[in-house]
T-cell receptor, first 112, second 112 residues
Framework: DAGVTQSPTHLIKTRGQQVTLRCSPK?????VSWYQQALGQGPQFIFQ???????QRGNFPDRFSGHQFPNYSSELNVNALLLGDSALYLC???????????FGEGSRLTVL | SQQGEEDPQALSIQEGENATMNCSYK?????LQWYRQNSGRGLVHLIL?????REKHSGRLRVTLDTSKKSSSLLITASRAADTASYFC????????????FGTGTQLKVEL
């Protein structure tokens, strides 16, 4: 039973570019959440998707957007990248919004 | 922004000793969770304690929760070198639906 998988594991972009990160939830899970973790900090909640809709959102600008597909996988898109967007982006899945969260290994984004 | 503050920021102990980490938070919660993270990789769920619980055990882990003081502690008994990691507390606010707010983390180093 595969856990939460994320891709790519590492990527480098330049300021102003756009990036798409992908997440496949654990089998049987229907809810996907995204977190941003800056170096030396705890993760911060970006948003949560359930039934292909954004259900909750953290304090992140509109440059951060997402999508959930019918197979429950999800994408995180960040436009107009800033140096401060450099971070580890973590995807977490659960069965419903109340279930235990399982995290992927993350996608490490470096913005130059 | 981080809700929780963890204390200490870093802890170094010898194998076999106990490690205690503390977490404080600011708002009413539905539950509090502890996670472990190895070297900036994915988060692993350790234990969840609900707001109406005061103490919970899981193997070598003991968690306490004092909602009147808005604080929690994680005790790892008989620590091992493999316990070396960062530990984060995360709160799920009342009605939050798995929108976790993480603390700043404690870096634990267990030396042989």
């Amino acid at each position: 039973d595969a856990g939460v998988t994320q891709s790519p594991t590492h990527l480098i972009k330049t300021r102003g570019q756009q990036v798409t990160l992908r997440c496949s939830p654990k089998s049987g899970h229907d809810t996907v959440s995204w977190y941003q973790q800056a170096l030396g900090q705890g993760p911060q909640f970006i948003f949560q998707y359930y039934e292909e809709e954004e259900r909750q959102r953290g304090n992140f600008p509109d440059r951060f957007s997402g999508h959930q597909f019918p197979n429950y996988s999800s994408e995180l898109n960040v436009n107009a990248l800033l140096l401060g967007d450099s971070a580890l982006y973590l995807c977490a899945s659960s069965f419903s919004a109340a279930g235990e969260l399982f995290f992927g290994e993350g996608s490490r984004l470096t913005v130059l | 922004s981080q809700q929780g503050e963890e204390d200490p920021q870093a802890l170094s102990i010898q194998e076999g000793e106990n490690a205690t980490m503390n977490c404080s938070y600011k708002t009413s919660i539905n539950n509090l969770q502890w996670y472990r993270q190895n070297s900036g990789r994915g988060l692993v769920h350790l234990i969840l304690i609900r707001s109406n619980e005061r103490e919970k055990h899981s193997g070598r882990l003991r968690v306490t929760l004092d909602t009147s003081k808005k604080s929690s502690s994680l005790l790892i008994t008989a620590s091992r070198a493999a316990d070396t990691a960062s530990y984060f507390c995360a709160t799920d606010a009342a009605g939050g639906g798995n929108k976790l707010t993480f603390g700043t983390g404690t870096q634990l180093k267990v030396e042989l």
